[in-house]
């Protein structure tokens, strides 16, 4: 009996999973994932992954609004940063449990989401760029300029709780154990959140109301003329799009070993992560930024800093020492971290725009199914 | 306090009016939204300290002009280079300049760090209204004044302004008397930037340059054109001294120096959402 139900799960798994090139990638990458804390890497590692699968999700909300809806938001670190500086703010002055402010704060959010989103259906294009552009540095300002003890200004809110906290006074060794299973608590549950939260979004952006979405980006006037209620989709894109930046603010904020909130969280650079993502998985697509995500960290993590690194070693033994030490000071201007972009992943970006939008997992995932095409016609050929 | 608010708004208005001159003229004629106009803006600042004081020491007047002419180089090189390729798609251009103004502003933080420098083209002060005025906010203004108006006269009278507005109405018909447009662009695009540096200069004489100073520029350049109306350099004028005058009406009666930075934002947002067109519409102006 168990055993029926069981076969026929798993055929039904080889028929959507295994046998769709796509979803088998996708099924094990996050298998990967999964098993990756076996290898006992060092808890720095799991934290830079869980950093950059909460900004996974970030991209992927800044994916669902402009390339399935078409809708150019350059400032999409407006809802990370309402999200982290409401969950900040609700606990520092209302003492409010972790728990109970991450939802409050993504609804403060959607809130927010679509009180941007009402007034930015007016404009589009270039122009909604700008205003969307405008509003956190707006809200920079403000923040910078308010009494300290409210958002605590240019220092921002420190202290904040974490997520699976350690008790204090323990040895010095336990500790340490506490902390390696902290972050390994951590990094499951942004797992957890990313599978979930990247689910949903690829699930709506291939529903009806993402086709419905995507032939607004198309043809807005052919949409409202084969009766779509244009306004209503597009505000729900904003607000969709808003909840999971907003699930990834509090995320990020509430990860590590201390919390903390800063202006850096609405800073430009922020904005420029999700697009730095998108155009490097590829846009309109859900699981590109979430490659993204991954490609650049690999690439960030592993790669990059042991070349520039090498790259400066070289530059003092050929002679050039003044320039190898520049090189290794200002080793993450050049590579950067998961907020702030390196001028090399920049460059990177700005290369890939011009010479290949489609991005990198856009491609792979095209390839495959070609390939997966030409299976399915020489297997219709046999039959026949 | 009357009197802070008629002088400072005026001179404000004069200095932006050449910052939102640029990119004004760069979106009229070829459909280019340049988000790294505030980065040539701040290269400019940084140029002028290189050549004047940092490596050259050379006469301020000279480095001023040699700052100019390079960053107007530096813009043709943008445009060949970075937004050549991408003409077509908007969204593209948008994320390609934002692109390049970052990673100026990333080569300037390595070489100078985040700090701020202090720029110096005359010293002394004179009183109008009973109000003492630097020397550099006088010079800023009477500069300003006088390349507007030069490039007024530029695209009205000259064969190349003619041409300029050739485009701007209809490329393809433009293309077919003969013009060149891309090189019409890179020449747009050079003067655009070296507009943006020389307004660099002379407002970071009486304040200060750092290496994040391109952003509010950037929003600064976006709410006088919006407000002016996208593309029309009449507009850019007006709206230019509206916000000048907004800016300093509110940092004087609020007493908040930290909002400045955030007026012409806010006036951009309630210009988009109340009155998209602007005051002037686009191309109003291009088009007579």
């Not at chain 1, 323990?170 to 979930?196: D, H, M, N, P, T």
Request: net charge neutral; charged share 10%; hydrophobic share 55%.
């Amino acid at each position: 009996m168990v055993l029926s139900y069981f076969r026929r799960g798993y055929s039904t798994f080889t028929a959507k999973v295994i046998d769709v090139p796509p979803r088998l990638l996708s099924f094990l990458f996050f298998l990967l994932l999964l098993v990756f804390p076996l290898t006992k890497p060092s808890s720095d590692l799991l934290q830079t992954l869980a950093q950059y699968s909460t900004l996974a999700i970030f991209a992927a909300s800044w994916d669902f609004l402009v390339g399935r809806s078409g809708q150019l938001s350059l400032g999409h670190a407006l809802f990370f940063g309402v999200a982290a500086y409401s969950t900040g703010g609700l606990i520092s002055h209302f003492g409010l449990p972790l728990w109970e402010t991450i939802p409050l704060s993504v609804l403060i959010c959607v809130l927010v989401a679509f009180l941007v989103g009402f007034p930015c259906l007016r404009v589009k294009g270039p122009y909604l760029a700008l205003v969307t552009l405008a509003f956190p540095i707006i809200l920079l300002t403000i923040f910078l300029g308010l009494p300290s003890d409210w958002f605590g200004a240019e220092n921002g809110i420190t202290g904040l709780p974490v997520f699976f906290p350690i008790e204090k006074g323990l040895g010095w060794q336990a500790q340490e154990r506490a902390l390696y299973q902290q972050s390994i608590a951590q990094y499951y549950l942004i797992l957890l959140f990313l599978f979930v939260s990247s689910y949903i979004l690829y699930k709506l952006a291939y529903s009806k109301t993402g086709i419905i979405l995507v032939s607004i980006l198309d043809d807005e006037v052919a949409s409202k003329a084969s009766g779509i209620n244009t306004t209503k989709y597009k505000l729900m894109a904003f607000g969709i799009s808003g909840f999971f930046a907003a699930l990834s603010g509090c995320l990020y904020v509430h990860s590590g070993h201390t919390g903390s909130v800063g202006l850096s969280s609405l800073a430009l650079t922020q904005s420029f992560v999700p697009i730095i993502l998108t155009i490097f998985g590829g846009l309109g697509t859900i699981y590109g930024p979430i490659a993204g995500a991954y490609i650049l960290m690999f690439l960030g993590e592993f790669v990059l800093h042991d070349l520039m690194l090498g790259l400066a070693g070289l530059m003092t033994d050929i002679g050039l020492v003044g320039l190898g030490q520049h090189l290794e000071w200002n080793i993450s201007t050049w590579v950067g971290s998961g907020t702030s972009p390196g001028l090399i992943f920049i460059i990177i970006v700005i290369i890939l725009v011009i010479k290949w939008p489609t991005g990198i997992a856009k491609s792979l995932v095209d390839k495959l199914d070609d390939l997966q095409e030409a299976r399915e016609l020489e297997e219709r050929g046999k039959k026949k | 306090m009357i009197e802070d608010l008629i002088i400072y708004g005026l001179i404000s208005g004069a200095v932006y009016s050449l910052l939102a001159l640029g990119f004004t003229l760069i979106y009229g004629v070829a459909d280019i939204v340049n988000m790294a106009h505030g980065a040539f803006y701040m290269l400019g600042a940084y140029m002028f300290y290189i050549f004047a004081v940092e490596y050259f020491s050379l006469e301020p007047f000279l480095a001023v002009i040699l700052a100019v002419i390079l960053i107007g180089f530096i813009g043709m090189i943008v445009y060949r280079v970075f937004i050549d390729p991408v003409l077509d798609d908007i969204v593209a251009i948008m994320v390609v300049t934002l692109g390049v103004a970052l990673v100026f502003q990333q080569i300037i933080i390595l070489h100078f760090t985040g700090s701020d420098i202090a720029i110096n083209l005359l010293s002394g002060s004179v009183d109008i209204l009973g109000l003492p005025v630097d020397y550099h906010r006088i010079l800023a203004f009477v500069v300003s004044l006088v390349l507007f108006a030069v490039l007024w006269v530029f695209i009205r009278k000259s064969k190349i302004g003619g041409a300029m507005r050739a485009v701007a109405q209809d490329r393809e018909a433009a293309m077919l008397m003969g013009i060149n447009t891309e090189r019409l662009y890179m020449l747009t695009m050079a003067i655009s930037a070296s507009f943006a540096a020389l307004a660099g200069i002379l407002i970071a004489a009486y304040t200060a340059a750092n290496p994040q100073m391109w952003t509010s520029p950037l929003g600064m350049s976006f709410a006088i054109v919006v407000l002016g109306g996208l593309g029309s350099i009449k507009g850019s004028l007006v709206g230019a001294f509206i916000i000048g005058y907004a800016e300093k009406a509110v940092t004087i009666w609020t007493g908040m120096a930290y909002l400045e930075g955030a007026t012409s934002f806010v006036v951009l947002v309630v210009v988009l959402l109340l009155k998209p067109a602007g005051l002037f519409g686009k191309r109003r102006e291009m088009e007579e």
